[in-house]
């Protein structure tokens, strides 16, 4: 689907606010309700809006620290990165992870509550699924939790 002026407008105002009434969203983008609408559900249907989520406040629920692991994995293969995914994915703390190009193979994301600042602070090594994890990196962010 290509994207005009007008499809941007909308998704940067749906981005901000998820819950906008057409009525808002309609005239913010300088359309009337109706067209809007369609517009909507056409980038909706298309897949260009995935879904809707809620943006938690991370010091409310307790976990007011994000830390960063990089990981570096044994070996590249298919195999080890279809293993690795596998297991990520059953940990429910893991928010988001990328795969890499560079120093390191991973990077993921994990909440954590201001009394774990202690065991941040010196690095961590483990050794589970063939990586290396080192927690290198703690800041207060806004973030989504993992379904």
Same mark, same amino acid.
């Given at each position: 689907?290509? $994207?005009? /002026?007008?499809? &941007?407008?909308? =998704?940067? !105002?749906l981005q901000? %606010?998820?819950?906008?009434?057409n009525?808002?969203?309609a005239r913010q983008?300088?359309?009337?309700?109706?067209?809007?609408?369609r517009?909507?559900?056409?980038?909706e249907?298309?897949?260009?809006?995935?879904?809707?989520?809620?943006?938690?406040?991370?010091?409310?629920?307790?976990?007011? $620290?994000? /830390?960063?692991? &990089?990981?570096? =994995?044994? !070996?590249?293969?298919e %195999?080890?990165?279809?293993?690795?995914?596998?297991?990520?994915?059953?940990?429910?703390?893991?928010?988001?992870?990328?795969?890499?190009?560079?120093?390191?193979?991973?990077?993921?994301?994990?909440?954590?509550?201001?009394?774990?600042?202690?065991?941040?602070?010196r690095?961590?090594?483990?050794?589970?699924?063939g990586?290396?994890i080192? =927690?290198?990196?703690?800041?207060?962010?806004?973030?989504?939790m993992?379904?």
């Amino acid at each position: 689907m290509k $994207l005009d /002026l007008i499809d &941007r407008r909308i =998704l940067a !105002a749906l981005q901000r %606010d998820g819950r906008l009434q057409n009525v808002d969203l309609a005239r913010q983008v300088g359309l009337s309700p109706s067209p809007c609408l369609r517009r909507v559900r056409l980038l909706e249907e298309s897949g260009v809006i995935d879904r809707y989520v809620a943006v938690l406040n991370p010091a409310k629920i307790g976990k007011p $620290l994000t /830390l960063f692991a &990089r990981i570096w =994995l044994k !070996a590249q293969d298919e %195999d080890t990165i279809e293993h690795f995914i596998a297991e990520v994915t059953k940990l429910p703390e893991v928010v988001e992870c990328y795969l890499m190009l560079g120093d390191c193979d991973v990077l993921y994301q994990l909440p954590y509550p201001l009394t774990a600042l202690a065991q941040v602070r010196r690095v961590m090594v483990a050794r589970r699924w063939g990586m290396f994890i080192s =927690l290198v990196q703690a800041s207060q962010q806004a973030f989504t939790m993992a379904s």
